[in-house]
């Protein structure tokens, strides 16, 4: 199985940082990846898919980037409503992982 | 509007069974493969099973394998998760999915609100 492993495992920020979190997989996924954001108690979000596109409706504010073995989530001028913990999750090789997860707290 | 909202979780005994229904709403349903992605209780998603659009392509999580059955009925726009010999380590919320494509792509663009499955005694 590919094995996603995310850094930071937590982070705290402060409201207008500009945070980047890595996920980096064990093998090469191209840009097959996703990212997943979810707040306390709610259910997933999805945020960006194919390593950079963003979902219909998601901010300008969260980026994605690289490819390969290495990713990066971006946030810039981060706000109040993005406390959550965010996940990546690949999805070129069979079974379909997804990372432990980066909590961003304030 | 996509909605998904699911519905049959609860409490089961360890060895029972339970199913797991998703109505969908808001789209073609037919034209999208859909999936179910679990959440252990403070811990991370776990991507469970998918279905493409026509029920032709079907996949399990090894540790779902031979347990449960995923399948859709797409004149009631409803996907279904059967699941059989539940353990303890399945207890988790219960997500169904929304795919990008009607084959499985993994690509999830719009999910549930979930649905808890406790396992115990």
């Known amino acids: 199985d590919v094995q996603m492993t995310q850094s930071p495992s937590s982070l705290s920020a402060s409201v207008g940082d500009r945070i980047s979190i890595t996920c980096r997989a064990s093998?090469?996924?191209?840009?097959?990846l996703a990212w997943i954001q979810q707040k306390p108690g709610k259910a997933p979000k999805s945020l960006i898919y194919?390593?950079?596109s963003l979902h219909s409706g998601v901010p300008s504010k969260f980026s994605g980037s690289g490819s390969g073995t290495e990713f990066t989530l971006t946030i810039s001028s981060l706000q109040p409503e993005d406390f959550a913990t965010y996940y990546c999750?690949?999805?070129?090789?069979?079974?379909?992982?997804f990372g432990q997860g980066t909590q961003v707290q304030f | 509007e996509v909605q998904l909202v699911e519905s049959g979780g609860g409490l089961v005994q360890p060895g029972g069974s339970l199913r797991l229904s998703c109505a969908a709403s808001?789209?073609?349903?037919?034209?999208?493969?859909m999936s179910w992605v679990r959440q252990a209780p403070g811990k991370g998603l776990e991507w469970v099973s998918s279905?493409?659009?026509?029920?032709?392509?079907?996949y399990y999580a090894d540790s779902v394998k031979g347990r449960f059955t995923i399948s859709r009925d797409n004149s009631k726009s409803t996907l279904y998760l059967q699941m059989n010999s539940l353990r303890a380590e399945d207890t988790a919320i219960y997500y169904c999915?929304?795919?990008?494509?009607?084959?499985?792509?993994?690509?999830?663009?719009?999910w549930g609100q979930g649905t808890l499955v406790t396992v115990s005694s």
């Open positions: 093998q090469g996924i191209s840009t097959d």
């Open positions: 999750q690949q999805y070129k090789i069979y079974p379909w992982t």
């Open positions: 194919a390593a950079s």
């Open positions: 279905i493409s659009g026509s029920s032709a392509l079907i």
């Open positions: 808001g789209f073609t349903f037919s034209n999208y493969a």
């Open positions: 999915a929304k795919d990008g494509a009607t084959s499985p792509v993994i690509i999830f663009d719009s």
